[in-house]
């Protein structure tokens, strides 16, 4: 059973940047996603890492400003977020995808508990 673990959210000023990580037990090499969901508002998929070649795809709202990467080493998964905007705040998630290339929340399992990230204007 895998178990996720994310951490590296706090408050941040808007253009400012955070790097968040997820640490994976008990598998290694795994797809990874990460999510997102605002106060009132449907979780939303933020990017997704292969298990195997580190390929990436993002959101187009945050395509350019976050990037994905990994340590296998560690079985750990970095968002690093740059330019970040008041519209970035939201508790982030990350996931273990069940498909490559997929951004539907139901092809991800084993969710993280989440980090908050705030962005003030």
């Known amino acids: 059973q895998v178990q996720l673990v994310e951490s590296g959210g706090g408050l941040v000023q808007a253009g400012g940047s955070l790097r968040l990580s997820c640490a994976a037990s008990?598998?290694?090499?795994?797809?990874m996603g990460w999510f997102r969901q605002a106060p009132g508002k449907e979780r939303e998929f933020v990017g997704s890492?292969?298990?195997?070649?580190?390929?990436?795809y993002y959101a187009d709202s945050v395509k350019g400003r976050f990037t994905i990467s990994r340590d296998n080493d560690k079985n750990t998964v970095h968002l690093q977020m740059n330019s970040l905007k008041a519209e970035d705040t939201a508790a982030y998630y990350c996931?273990?995808?069940?498909?490559?290339?997929?951004?539907?929340?139901?092809?991800?399992?084993?969710w993280g508990p989440g980090t908050q990230v705030t962005v003030s204007s």
């Open positions: 996931a273990v995808g069940l498909a490559f290339g997929s951004r539907r929340e139901s092809d991800f399992g084993s």
């Open positions: 890492i292969s298990g195997i070649g580190g390929y990436a």
């Open positions: 008990g598998r290694s090499f795994l797809n």
